[in-house]
């Protein structure tokens, strides 16, 4: 099976020896088995080393599971890997079993693990040392037993010394290390392997056998090769599609002669490493910037929590003395903007959750749930405007979202359950949020948007009325946010005051298929649709877009269409998720995973 490592060279000969060692020796499937990790430059065959491993070792008859940690957004990343309950975020209508524990007496490879965010080390840490993970939502173990390869092309060490990877996460995975040599360490095995690229992508297109002239194979030797194998087979592809004499010549691969020379603006020299780090410090400078200086706004912008920013910005020698000295500049020294400020009247939903305790809770304890909180809302479009010392306060709608009330209550439930999960750890705490919905001028410039100073301060004076209204762990909504809930979300009068000084409390979703309204003024609509349909039927496909403002109605249309003729055409359907922006594809991906019945562990 290792015979597949192709190459002669003692770089190559040493590897395989290696792993013979490594596979050679007894080891019982259901045994737990040492970690391995796969280290070496981009495209040198690490995925292949990982995939003959698992095919030798003691589990070659179990499942096989393949993890990209770079390929997956990091908001994805941890359900992937984790799992989740029905109800542990919006649009999780039912539990699915973590990567891990698909793996389960198997074996998982976690590609690329050195970009791996920092939060998710932790928690990989943890599940690997006891063998067990617990799902988003869950409050209870699960068995995950599974034998861990991973692969990075990131040079550890010097991520561990400057904080981009746990030490202890480390340790725990390179219990085993494979180095795999560069191409061009590799002397003449590139003529081997280009002549067996050459020969598969032949047979596989089905293309007159060719061969290497004397030129072009001095031109691979005298190539420093970047992209290693992988770029390899990508030229063999390339020459063997576009040349059409028998034998190829260097001036059909079209190799580079000069050197490559360093990217603009990296210094000659500069490792990789020091360019990203680089790269990360002027992120974080311009979002300072953009933000005023503002930790928690800034934060916000770059999708961290406010700990994690200050950490970062410590590590790239931005302390609070800068921040201040950069405040005090700004402004005594503001330019004037390149462009107008567009001020407009908008809709906006405002979410503010605190969290009390009876002081005895610890004040780290504290800051890391209002920094969940604050990914947490986040990540269903909130804007972060404020973080004080026991409470969040976002804003839905400055950023374009359908129905921003409605998203700002899932955030609320969603803040809930996370406060739930936090009480395991210190159970005095408790977490209430309040909803306040105003119209009021917001103006933007570029990416940034400003909210009218006199009407944000109203809405706060709202806010704070509502949370000293309230009791223990609820969510409560002033009057004017009502009308946007009412249709999807049960609430109940929290007060006796008069409208519009009535408050009410948020209890749950309601099911909209069971109390629908009454469906009037759409014949026209539906008639359209019906006509359409009748093209489809004779054999004229059809694609059709609904838009309107939040709430006209468009989902009730096509389940009325729906229940019209469900007799005449099957109904597929497919949804984007609130935590999924980064996947513009998702609704399409999920209608076409349930036409085929695919599962989460297919």
């Given at each position: ?84 309950e029905r109800g542990a975020f919006t649009d999780a209508k039912q539990a699915k ?297 976002a804003a839905f709608g400055l950023d374009f ?202």
């Amino acid at each position: 099976m290792l015979q597949q490592l192709l190459g002669g060279s003692p770089a190559v000969t040493a590897l395989r020896d290696e792993l013979n060692r490594l596979l050679a020796r007894p080891a019982v499937p259901l045994k737990r088995l040492p970690p391995v990790l796969i280290q070496g430059e981009t495209g040198t065959g690490k995925g292949l080393v990982a995939h003959l491993i698992h095919q030798t070792g003691p589990r070659s008859d179990a499942s096989f599971v393949d993890v990209n940690c770079a390929a997956i957004p990091d908001t994805l990343l941890e359900a992937e890997l984790f799992g989740f309950e029905r109800g542990a975020f919006t649009d999780a209508k039912q539990a699915k079993a973590g990567l891990l524990q698909v793996a389960h007496r198997g074996t998982i490879f976690l590609d690329e693990i050195g970009l791996m965010p920092d939060a998710l080390q932790v928690k990989l840490l943890k599940a690997l040392e006891d063998r067990s993970v617990r799902r988003l939502g869950s409050t209870r173990s699960e068995p995950a037993d599974a034998w861990v390869l991973a692969a990075t092309s990131e040079d550890l060490s010097s991520a561990i010394r400057t904080r981009r990877f746990r030490e202890d996460l480390y340790h725990r995975i390179a219990v085993v290390t494979v180095q795999l040599p560069p191409l061009r360490d590799r002397g003449s095995d590139v003529l081997l392997l280009a002549r067996h690229y050459l020969d598969r992508i032949c047979r596989e297109y089905g293309l007159p056998t060719k061969a290497l002239a004397a030129d072009a194979e001095a031109a691979l030797l005298a190539y420093t090769w970047p992209g290693n194998v992988r770029e390899l087979a990508n030229l063999m592809e390339r020459v063997a599609l576009l040349s059409e004499a028998d034998h190829v010549t260097a001036a059909a691969l079209r190799l580079p002669r000069a050197p490559r020379i360093p990217a603009a603006g990296s210094p000659a020299g500069e490792t990789v490493d020091e360019q990203i780090a680089s790269l990360e410090r002027g992120r974080i400078e311009e979002a300072l910037r953009a933000e005023g200086w503002n930790i928690s706004r800034a934060a916000a912008r770059l999708g961290l929590p406010r700990n994690t920013l200050r950490y970062r910005m410590e590590r790239h020698g931005l302390s609070e003395a800068t921040d201040a000295g950069h405040r005090r500049k700004a402004e005594s020294s503001r330019p004037e903007p390149m462009q107008p400020v567009r001020w407009q009247r908008t809709r906006v939903t405002f979410l503010q959750t605190q969290v009390i305790d009876d002081g005895a809770a610890p004040e780290h304890e504290r800051t890391r749930v209002l920094d969940e909180i604050a990914a947490k809302v986040a990540g269903f479009g909130g804007r972060i405007i404020e973080m004080g010392p026991s409470s969040v306060r976002a804003a839905f709608g400055l950023d374009f979202v359908e129905d921003a009330a409605r998203h700002a209550a899932h955030a609320a439930f969603a803040v809930q359950r996370t406060g739930g999960a936090s009480r395991t750890a210190a159970p005095q705490m408790q977490v209430r949020s309040a909803l306040h919905t105003e119209e009021m001028l917001a103006g933007r410039l570029d990416d940034r948007v400003e909210l009218d100073t006199d009407a944000r301060l109203g809405a706060q004076r709202v806010l704070d009325q509502l949370l000293t209204t309230t009791e223990g762990e609820s969510i409560v909504a002033s009057a004017t946010t009502k009308p946007f809930l009412e249709r999807r979300f049960e609430v109940e009068p929290f007060s006796s005051a008069p409208e519009p000084h009535r408050l009410w409390r948020v209890v749950g979703l309601i099911d909209v298929d069971r109390h629908p309204g009454l469906f009037v003024s759409r014949t026209r609509e539906v008639a359209v649709l019906e006509d359409l349909l009748e093209q489809v039927e004779q054999g004229r496909g059809q694609a059709v877009l609904l838009a309107g403002e939040p709430g006209i109605g468009k989902t009730r249309l096509l389940h009325e269409f729906h229940r019209l003729t469900r007799d005449r055409a099957g109904w597929l359907q497919g949804s984007a998720v609130s935590f999924g922006s980064s996947l513009p594809f998702h609704p399409l991906i999920d209608l076409l995973k349930r036409a085929f019945s695919i599962q989460a562990t297919d």
